[in-house]
Each structure stands twice: as structure tokens, then as C-alpha cells.
């Protein structure tokens, strides 16, 4: 008896959901029933490395001629494949599409073909992955599915180009729209294209180029936004947000000249990346009254009101030229009443002068995360760090009730080893301290007998002087945040 053959229909298809396109196909040799089974289902996956990396080695040969003539072949097999099992099964209904061409052997005209019928067939999820010399365009039946519901673009190398008639746009059901490229053109306002998801509450856009904007969406619940693409040499002189029940957002720009509307009430994490340049830097440093009227710098303090707008957020990342910035605004700095966890990122060329005032207007902070403690001192680092001699030493830091600090990139110097000294006997509320050390950097605890035992004796000195607990993680310990 073929026990194969006398499974329930519905049975055989949730077994093959549980394999890829090419593995489903394969079970057509199983039995007759299994024949055309795998035509059934609804989900899709295609991969070309599958059939370029077949054969160990085929790929990579001696003899370029045979080289070129042997991916021609694959690709046209894997072409063909993708063909064949779309034309199988006709008109069926299709949930899912998933299509990964990566060999650049594969041109736009043949995925947009297969993109166009799926969509056809009422597909809910596409996730594509692709590379192109020139810049992608997406067949215009993306831009006005009314059944898509998850769609996911990426292209490592190329850009990709939203449709030029956006404003004809309407996906009626898009609740996820993740786009990751190295240029993404939306006639540089994004406001054009997000009228035309209705219904959209996750937007992910990496290398976007936009001059100024306006992220406008009611329904938007997480955000992560690169505005990064070729065109962000030209310094952004208005960004805006109205996402009322925004609760993630992971935004990285150079930084605006002015952020006239902040509206995320509902906020609860942020990760804020600020680029600045090297002058801007230089003249951020320099005292206020040797900056022209008209000098730019000068209006980065408008950064307050997008600080003022995130103010609700439990969590708070800041990159390491987020604080030079926020440095202009530290007077104006707004109360972060709700932050729990505040993560800071340093650099050996970026200052902390922004640090006092934030952790003075953290008043709940519980967890504070270091990604690096080495950073450049400046006359204005403040008493949160003991890299100047200041009378009132630590003052930020003994009205911070923080219980909880984790140190990563730990690059074991004396430095870092007098400021974790500075942070125990400062802290009042302080009960425990993770040191995970640098993953890919020279580690002298690994290479150096004598810092090691050096390291190690003071450590274990703070823990008999201090009732904080002291712990140093090596990377492969996977030292984890709270």
C-alpha cells in the first residue's frame, strides 16, 4: 500500500510548507499523488545560489570560458525552474513569494514577469532580494495591490526606484513595507508615498534620499529609517514626524537645521543617530560667540525639539556624535522621566559633554549601557567622567539612582579602568556592573599574562571595597543587556 498516496490532501501540503520551492518539487517522485502536490502550495521560495552552488566548485574554475558557459546554463536552469513551477499551478491562490537573485544573471524584465503574476494570483508577502547594475524599478502592479499585506525589497548594491507615478499609488492592505538599499529615490519626500498605505503600521527604509520631510502616518507603529543614500552630503534643513502611536524608532540622518513637529506621545524606544562631519565638529566645540550669525551650527540646537518630541520613551539609545550635537542644547535639555535604560555609544573622537545633563534629567534611570568608554576629552566633558580634575567631582552622577551598568567593547587600559573606578564610587544606587571585553580589537587580557593579572586584581579589589557586583565577561561569554 502507497501510505504516501493515502495521506489527507491537506496533510501532504502543510508537509511541503516545511520546504523550500526546489525541495517541494522533488517530492513529485514520492508517488503519483505527490506528482503535482507541491503545485498547491501556497508558498514560494526561490533561490538561485541553490543552483549556482549545486556542485562544490562549479562556480569557481580555472578555465573562465567553461566558467561563463556553465553559469549561463544554471542560471537559464534556474529561469527555467522558476517558469515551470509558476505555470503548474495556474491560477492558484499564493500567500507568500519569496525570490532571492543574487548571481546578477537575472534580468529585471524576467522578475518582474514572475512578480506580476504572483500579484495576479492575489499574493499577500513578497520578499525580494536582488542585484542589478543599474537601478531596480518594481513592476507598476506592486504599487496598486489591493492584497499585499508584507512587502520586503533589498539590493546590497544598486538602488531601487519607487514607482515615478507614486501619486496613482494605493495598497489598500500593506502593513509592513521594509526597503533596504544602498539609494532608495522617492522624489526625495517621502510624504508623497505614505498616503498610500492606509493601513501601514511597520515602515523600515534604509538609504532613502531625502532632502526635507515629513513622516506623517497615524497608524505607524515601528520606524527604522536610514536616510543615508548618496544625496545626504546635502544637509537636511527640516524633518518632521507625526506618528502619534510610533512605539519603535531607530532613526539615523545627518543632522536638520530645524525639527518644527515631533509627535510620538506613545514612544517607548528610540535609537537616535545624528551624523556631523568633522568641521561641524570643530566648530561645535568652539565657543558661540566666535560663530557667524548665519554659521549652521548654530541651529543644530533645534535638535532640543526633537528630543522634546521622544520625550516619553522608557528606552534611549544615543550614538556617539548624537551627544556632540545634543551638547548645544544641554540648558534646554528636556526631563526624560520615563527612560529606565539609557545606552550610549562612545568614540575615541567624539566627547561626552552631553552625559551630565542626561543623566541629570533621567531621574528613573535603572540601566545605563556603554558601548565603548573611551571618548575625546574636552574642557566641557562635565564631572561625569575623571578624565579633567573638577572639585565637585561625579555631582551628575551621585543624583542618578542607575542600578544597573554594562560596559561593552571593554579595550582594557587604565583609562577605562580609572573610570569604572569613578563610576563605583560615585553611583550611590549602583548593585551591579557587566565588563564585556572588545570582540575583534587587540585584547591585551588575551595576548598580555601581566595586564591580565593586573586587570583582574583590581577588579576583584572593587569587589571587596564596593557592594557593587563587578564581572568581566570575555566576547565569547555573550555578555547580554537587561
Known amino acids: 500500500m502507497d501510505l504516501l498516496s493515502n495521506l489527507p490532501e491537506d496533510v501532504r501540503c502543510h508537509i511541503l510548507s516545511f520546504l523550500t520551492t526546489k525541495e517541494a518539487a522533488l517530492t513529485s517522485l514520492l508517488s503519483k499523488k505527490w506528482r503535482n502536490q507541491f503545485a498547491l502550495v501556497p508558498n514560494l521560495d526561490f533561490d538561485d545560489s541553490e543552483f549556482l552552488y549545486l556542485d562544490e566548485g562549479k562556480w569557481d574554475t580555472d578555465d573562465d570560458d567553461d566558467d561563463d558557459d556553465d553559469d549561463d546554463d544554471i542560471l537559464e536552469s534556474f529561469m527555467g525552474f522558476v517558469d515551470r513551477v509558476l505555470a503548474l499551478q495556474g491560477t492558484s491562490p499564493i500567500r507568500k513569494f519569496s525570490l532571492k537573485c543574487q548571481s546578477g544573471g537575472v534580468s529585471q524584465a524576467c522578475v518582474n514577469r514572475w512578480l ?178 548665519d554659521d549652521v551650527v548654530l541651529r543644530f540646537g533645534n535638535v532640543v525639539k526633537l528630543m522634546k518630541g521622544i520625550q516619553n520613551v522608557q528606552e534611549l539609545h544615543l550614538h556617539s556624535d548624537t551627544l556632540e550635537v545634543l551638547s548645544l542644547c544641554c540648558e534646554s535639555m528636556p526631563v526624560f522621566n520615563n527612560v529606565k535604560t539609557l545606552g550610549i555609544k562612545s568614540d575615541d573622537d567624539r566627547g561626552w559633554q552631553a552625559v551630565p545633563a542626561l543623566l541629570r534629567n533621567c531621574p528613573h534611570l535603572e540601566i545605563l549601557n556603554f558601548e565603548g568608554l573611551v571618548h575625546h576629552v574636552t574642557d566641557k566633558c562635565g564631572d561625569a567622567c575623571d578624565c579633567i580634575y573638577r572639585k565637585e567631582k561625579g555631582r551628575s552622577l551621585k543624583s542618578c539612582p542607575v542600578k544597573v551598568i554594562q560596559i561593552k567593547e571593554f579595550r582594557e587600559t587604565m583609562k577605562e579602568m580609572h573610570l569604572i573606578e569613578h563610576f563605583l564610587d560615585n553611583f550611590p544606587c549602583l548593585k551591579e556592573m557587566k565588563i564585556c571585553s572588545e570582540e575583534y580589537g587587540p585584547s591585551q587580557l588575551r595576548t598580555d599574562p601581566e595586564v591580565f593579572d593586573l586587570i583582574m586584581d583590581m577588579i576583584e579589589e572593587y569587589k571587596d571595597l564596593y557592594s557593587c557586583d563587578v564581572q568581566l565577561y570575555e566576547p565569547c561569554d555573550k555578555c547580554t543587556e537587561h
Open 116 to 293: 506580476s503574476q504572483v500579484l495576479q494570483r492575489g499574493v499577500s508577502d513578497i520578499d525580494l532580494t536582488i542585484e542589478f547594475e543599474d537601478d531596480y524599478f518594481p513592476p507598476q502592479e506592486m504599487f496598486v495591490s489591493e492584497t499585499l499585506v508584507n512587502l520586503r525589497l533589498k539590493t546590497e548594491f544598486g538602488g531601487i526606484r519607487w514607482w515615478v507615478g507614486s501619486k496613482g499609488t494605493f495598497l489598500p492592505m500593506l502593513k509592513s513595507l521594509d526597503i533596504d538599499s544602498w539609494r532608495f529615490f522617492c522624489d526625495d519626500r517621502i510624504e508623497l508615498m505614505l498616503p498610500s498605505f492606509p493601513v501601514l503600521e511597520e515602515l523600515r527604509l534604509v538609504g532613502v534620499e531625502w532632502i526635507d520631510s515629513t513622516v506623517s502616518c497615524t497608524n505607524l507603529t515601528k520606524l527604522l529609517l536610514s536616510a543615508t543614500g548618496p544625496k545626504a552630503c546635502r544637509k537636511p534643513k527640516s524633518v518632521s514626524f507625526d506618528t502619534p502611536n510610533l512605539l519603535s524608532l531607530a532613526y539615523s540622518d545627518f543632522v536638520a537645521e530645524d525639527y518644527p513637529l515631533v509627535n510620538m506621545k506613545s514612544l517607548f524606544k528610540a535609537r537616535i543617530i545624528l551624523g556631523v562631519d568633522e568641521d561641524q565638529i570643530e566648530r561645535i566645540r568652539a565657543p558661540s560667540n566666535s560663530l557667524s550669525d
